[in-house]
C-alpha cells in the first residue's frame, strides 16, 4: 500500500486534539502535559524594565499559546543552552566566520534570528522523534542516530522503513523451502553451502573469506543448528550502532559507524521493494531526472527484477556512493533459493574507523556504466541523464551512472 503523509501541521494537530479532549503521545498531548505546562523550545528573547524574558512554546500546545516567560521561571538549562547556540550559529554564518561577538545589552532579537532559532528547534524535535520511530522499526539490537548539524533539513517525507524485501503484487521473494542441513556443528560436509555446490562464506572469526562476485549461502529456519551457528551473519542484522548524518558537500544524507568495523566484517543489507525490470525502467527515468539513484539490479543470474529503495528501505537508502569505496555488494541466499532473487548484503573492504562514513560503488549494482562511448549505442528510451559525483576520491569517475 501507498502511504500519503499528513497534510495538517503540528500545531493543527494538537488544537484539533484538544478541542475533542484526545491524548496523542506521538504530537505531545498526554494526561501530563494537559495537567501542566511543560517547555518544548524557546521561540524568542527580549528584555523589558531590565528582566530578561524568553517566548515560550509549551509541549502539546498550539504556537497560539506561546507566552513571554521570566528567566527565573524557566528550569529548562538545556533548552537554554540550546536557544544561545543555535543564535550564535546563526550569527556565525551570517557573518561567514568572523569572530563572534555576543553583545549582552540586546534588548531584542531581530525576527531573521528568531525564526532561524524556531526552526532549529521544530528541526531537533522532528529529527528526535524520527530517531525514534527509526528505532521501533529496526528489528536489530544495534541503535540508529540522526544528525543534521549543516542545514534545517528534516527528516524525509516520503520515505518508510522496513527490515526486509516489499514484494510488488505478484512477486513471491519465498520460494518456500522445505528443507534445511542437519548438521550438529555447521559447517559439516553436507551443510547448506556444499549443497549449493558453493565453499562456506565465512571463517571461524565469521568474517567473510570468499572473493566477490561469489554467491553466500546462509543456514536457513529449517535448518538444524542454532541461533549461534557460524553460518548465519547477515540474517541477523547489523551488529553496528550507525549514524543518518547530513552531508556538508551536497550530497544530502549519508551513514556514518559509529564503532570500528573490521575487515570483511557485514556491514548492513540493502532492502526496498522488489519490481520487475520493466517498472525499474519506468521509475528509473523519473529517478535521473531528480538525481536520484535508489534503484539496484538483481543480475546475479538474471535481470527479471530491481530492488528499489527510494520509499521504502532500511538504513542502506541513505548510504553514499563512493569510486572508493569502503563496502562491498555480495549476493545471499538463506531462506530463498530463487536465483533470481537475492538478498544483497554490504560487507566492509578494509576497517572502517568509529566516525567514518560508509560508501559503496553505486556501479556494482548491475547498472549499465553509460560512459561516453557506451552510451552512444543504446535507444533513446536507454540513455538516462548522467548524474555528476561528488565522492571526492582520487579515482572518481566523474558520474553516478
Not at 571461524?204 to 573469506?209: A, D, E, S
Not at 568509529?354 to 559503496?360: D, K
Amino acid at each position: 500500500a501507498w502511504y500519503v503523509p499528513c497534510l495538517a501541521s503540528l500545531e493543527t494537530l494538537q488544537e484539533l486534539c484538544r478541542k475533542e479532549n484526545l491524548r496523542c503521545k506521538s504530537i505531545g498531548i498526554t494526561n501530563r502535559s494537559v495537567k501542566s505546562y511543560e517547555v518544548e523550545y524557546l521561540c524568542d528573547y527580549k528584555v523589558e524594565e531590565g528582566k530578561a524574558y524568553y517566548l515560550v512554546k509549551w509541549k502539546g500546545w498550539p504556537e497560539s499559546s506561546n507566552t513571554w516567560e521570566p528567566r527565573k521561571h524557566l528550569n529548562c538549562p538545556l533548552l537554554l543552552q540550546n536557544f544561545l547556540r543555535d543564535k550564535n550559529e546563526y550569527l556565525s554564518r551570517v557573518r561567514e566566520g568572523k569572530a563572534l561577538k555576543v553583545r549582552n545589552r540586546v534588548k531584542a532579537l531581530k525576527p531573521a534570528i528568531a525564526d532561524y532559532i524556531v526552526k532549529k528547534a521544530k528541526q531537533r524535535i522532528a529529527l528526535k522523534r524520527w530517531k525514534e520511530e527509526l528505532n521501533r522499526k529496526k528489528n536489530h539490537k544495534a541503535m540508529i542516530l540522526v544528525e543534521n548539524t549543516v542545514d534545517l533539513e528534516g527528516p524525509p517525507l516520503d520515505f518508510y522503513y522496513i527490515n526486509e524485501y516489499k514484494p510488488a503484487p505478484g512477486i513471491n521473494v519465498l520460494n518456500g523451502i522445505t528443507t534445511g542441513c542437519e548438521c550438529a556443528d555447521c559447517p559439516a560436509e553436507k551443510c547448506c553451502p556444499k549443497e549449493a555446490g558453493f565453499i562456506l562464506a565465512y571463517n571461524k572469526r565469521k568474517k567473510l573469506k570468499i572473493q566477490p562476485g561469489l554467491p553466500i549461502y546462509e543456514c536457513n529456519s529449517y535448518c538444524r543448528c542454532g541461533p549461534d551457528c557460524p553460518n548465519r551473519i547477515v540474517q541477523k542484522g547489523t551488529p553496528y550502532s550507525l549514524c543518518i548524518f547530513r552531508t556538508n558537500n551536497g550530497r544530502g544524507w549519508g551513514v556514518k559507524t559509529l564503532q570500528k568495523i573490521k575487515t570483511n566484517s557485514f556491514v548492513m543489507e540493502y532492502v526496498g521493494e522488489v519490481i520487475t525490470s520493466e517498472e525499474a525502467e519506468r521509475r528509473g527515468q523519473f529517478y535521473d531526472n531528480q538525481g536520484n539513484t535508489y534503484l539496484f539490479d538483481l543480475d546475479y543470474d538474471s535481470d527479471e527484477f530491481t530492488v528499489d529503495a527510494a520509499r521504502y528501505g532500511n538504513v542502506s537508502h541513505f548510504v553514499n556512493h563512493s569510486c572508493d569505496p569502503n563496502l562491498q555488494v555480495f549476493n545471499v541466499f538463506i531462506d530463498n533459493l530463487d536465483l533470481r532473487l537475492p538478498r544483497i548484503a554490504l560487507f566492509s573492504t578494509r576497517t572502517i574507523k568509529a566516525g567514518e562514513e560508509l560508501t559503496f560503488d553505486y556501479q556494482m549494482k548491475g547498472s549499465i556504466d553509460l560512459t561516453s562511448d557506451s552510451a552512444e549505442g543504446l535507444s533513446p528510451s536507454k540513455k538516462r541523464i548522467r548524474t555528476v559525483c561528488k565522492c571526492g576520491a582520487v579515482c572518481c569517475r566523474g558520474y553516478l551512472n
